[in-house]
């Protein structure tokens, strides 16, 4: 999600002209021959760390991340050689996925992304009282029945947007929940509602364990404790059926 666009330059950071240059030499060694469209080169003020290049009437225009500002030479190199493999569909090269990772996977750059969406992704969540169902009320309710009354509080709401494929969401910057305002209908069995939001509520319990695996947050031991959801079989029938 999107803010307001930023021409300002880091001041430690490499200029906007010298990054087009970097990603025309990208390009280069992605398409050869083929002559490289204009670039233009801006920061934006996403949520979180996040990038995005598209073709726009003939030019490339490229969006970085701000929290990027003082990103060296071989990272932009590495996340030129991305995006652009990306929007060309070339395989993408390992090495340049490995020096992007090793960036943006640092405990420092963690950190920025963190506060970044904590700070800009406020506004994305709207309150917990639906028009059919009331989030808080369940939440209780779970929290008493599969959680002995232990689960600490979360931020819980429904999303702005009416999404099918993104039933629900537990963001652990915020320790908030949100389930899609798809499921705020009463075509949705109230069960539905119900799982969804006992299977976020499993990630935030898990988020806690020390054997917690970012990788794998649908881990073996994840997914029998949600066998510990009465309905769980009828939810994820409805669920497929109808989403
Ligand atoms: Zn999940």
Redesign the pocket.
């Known amino acids: 999600m999107n803010t307001q666009p930023e021409r300002n330059i880091g001041r430690r950071g490499l200029n906007l002209a010298r990054i087009g240059g970097i990603f025309a030499e990208a390009y280069r060694k992605l398409e050869g021959k083929r002559p490289c469209p204009p670039i233009r080169v801006e920061y934006y003020r996403f949520v979180g760390i996040n990038h995005t290049v598209r073709l726009r009437e003939g030019r490339l225009l490229v969006r970085l991340s701000d929290l990027f500002r003082r990103a060296p030479a071989p990272v932009l190199e590495a996340l030129a050689t991305i995006l652009l493999a990306k929007l060309y569909r070339r395989n993408l090269p390992r090495e340049a996925r490995a020096a992007y990772r090793e960036y943006s996977n640092s405990p420092e750059m963690r950190r920025r992304a963190q506060a970044s969406r904590r700070k800009r992704g406020r506004k994305l969540l709207a309150g917990p009282e639906g028009s059919r169902y009331h989030l808080t009320a369940l939440f209780d309710d779970l929290n008493r029945e599969y959680f002995k009354g232990c689960m600490p509080a979360v931020r819980l709401g429904w999303s702005l947007k009416k999404s099918r494929r993104i039933l629900g969401h537990f963001d652990p910057s915020h320790r908030s929940i949100t389930l899609s305002r798809w499921l705020d209908h009463p075509r949705v069995p109230e069960v539905v509602v119900r799982f969804v939001l006992f ?1 976020e509520m499993l ?1 935030a319990k898990f988020l806690a364990r020390s054997c917690f695996d970012v990788r794998n ?2 881990s073996r031991r994840f997914r029998e404790e949600e066998q510990a959801f009465r309905e769980h079989e009828m939810a994820r029938n409805w669920i497929r059926n109808c989403s």
Request: aromatic share 0%; hydrophobic share 0%; proline share 25%.
């Open positions: 299977h990630h947050p649908h």
